[in-house]
């Protein structure tokens, strides 16, 4: 991958294998390794954790002199981060704690894949889609209609019942009718 090189990315997911963190890849790296490369200035993955696991993870990552904490979100009703943004080896990574059942969802339906190598965990398309749906920004827009136009065999039951739960099923349909092809 050239935004991200391919060790940098191996290496910090295998930090995270080797801590039993469970994770999934999302964002444009998953886009990236689903179909043609796109451009992306980061790595985002989604993590699950309990206070236990944070605390091993966190002092990893305080310690670590390849790593340096930018920013750590935490909400007033939980001590466990929503989002972690840090710099591993000079490249950007968000770890986006699954605090929703969709995220969740997300990472038990992560594909193990060896396409940069060591095994990584990537989002399914589908899921891709429903949180590039929340989303919402130009790029994800981009991405979704991407996607709908390189994989036919998607589980768009999967999808509708996500998009419904979270508000956003007109905005899917719409995507959807602009890809159908006009007759």
Partial sequence: NKNIPQEVLTEFTSILNKMGVKYVMIGGLAISSWFAERFTRDMDLTIELDQNLWNILNQ???SSPDIQIKQTCIDTDSSLPSLVRLVYKGYPIDLITSLTPLQKEAISRGIRT??????????TPEDIIILKLIANRTQDIADIENIIKRLSDLDFLYIEKWAKEWEVLPLWQELLAKSQPKH
Avoid: D, S, T
Wanted: charged share 25%; hydrophobic share 55%.
């Fill in 60 to 62: 990893k990552l305080v």
């Fill in 114 to 123: 060896k396409i940069f190598g060591p095994e990584i965990n990537l989002a």
